[in-house]
């Protein structure tokens, strides 16, 4: 994979304000990338925006060096794909049809499924552990079942770049964990990622490198103790970020006062 998504100068307006302004960044592929920021940052208006969902006011959006616009829709979908928190109401779908959607940028509408459409719908059940619910009606979930499920709807798209808003949104430690760890295979085997994730210690022990959203700008980038440890930090989230060490352990840990 050698996938390079990136905004320069992007801003996005949303009913007549600003939301995000003067946003340059990059992701690449193998990357895990965290977005952190406090509330109404523009977190979610950015993820839509680098999926095309959400025009740019200024500035642009490129998959390799190719301005978004001039992507064919079903082409940057097979790229990049977008799981939103809990992506609206429950519908009577079951979590089978609602997977099996995630290939719809690769065989098209109305056609029936082939043999590697079938295969990768498998893979993402099987990555997130949710083959069980397959015949289960969406509304029957519980709001983590649905989290989980949305997940294999984007891991069935089998993309390049994942964007993720708040995936660990309704989920217990448990599955909260696993989630993770399915996070680091698809890493692992070249997938990007860059998620929205509100728990910091989580976001500084799973991510490469953190993207600090503030008021609609990037107040700090980087390696997750650079951020965490900076002055925009404090200033974003109001608190005292302190770092803590014990002998030995591979990453540090933080306290917030």
């Known amino acids: ?45 950015l993820l839509r925006a ?4 959400l025009p740019a006011a200024r500035g642009e959006v490129a998959l390799d060096g190719r301005a978004l616009p001039a992507w064919p829709r079903d082409a940057f979908a097979r790229r990049v794909a977008l799981v939103a928190a809990e992506e609206g109401l429950p519908s009577p779908l079951s979590v089978g049809d609602r997977v099996a959607l995630g290939r719809y940028p690769h065989c098209g509408p109305f056609r029936p499924l082939r043999a590697e459409d079938h295969a990768a719908i ?17 509304s029957r979930l519980s709001a983590g079942e649905r989290q989980l499920a949305s997940l294999a709807r984007g891991l069935a798209q089998e993309p390049e770049a994942l964007l993720l808003d708040e995936p660990a949104a309704h989920l217990d ?5 696993q989630l993770f760890r399915v996070l680091d295979q698809i890493r692992a085997r070249g997938m990007a990622v860059l998620a929205v994730v509100h ?28 951020v965490l440890e900076s002055e925009a930090a404090a200033k974003a989230f109001r608190v005292t970020i302190t770092q803590h060490r014990p002998p030995g352990a591979a990453r540090p840990y933080y306290g917030f006062d």
Not at 50 to 53: A, N, Y
């Open 50 to 53: 680098l999926c095309g969902l």
């Open 122 to 138: 498998a893979r993402a059940f099987e990555l997130t552990g949710i083959a069980h619910l397959s015949r289960r009606p969406l």
């Open 1 to 45: 994979m050698s996938l390079r998504l990136e905004a320069r100068g992007l801003a996005v307006v949303r009913a007549g304000r600003e939301i995000v302004r003067d946003i340059d960044l990059e992701l690449r592929a193998g990357e895990a990338v965290a977005l952190v920021g406090p509330n109404a940052a523009g977190k979610s208006t």
């Open 173 to 177: 430690i448990g599955h909260e964990l």
């Open 199 to 226: 728990d910091l210690q989580r976001a500084a022990a799973w991510a490469e490198r953190l993207l600090l959203l503030d008021d609609g700008r990037i107040a700090a980038q980087g390696p997750p103790e650079h």
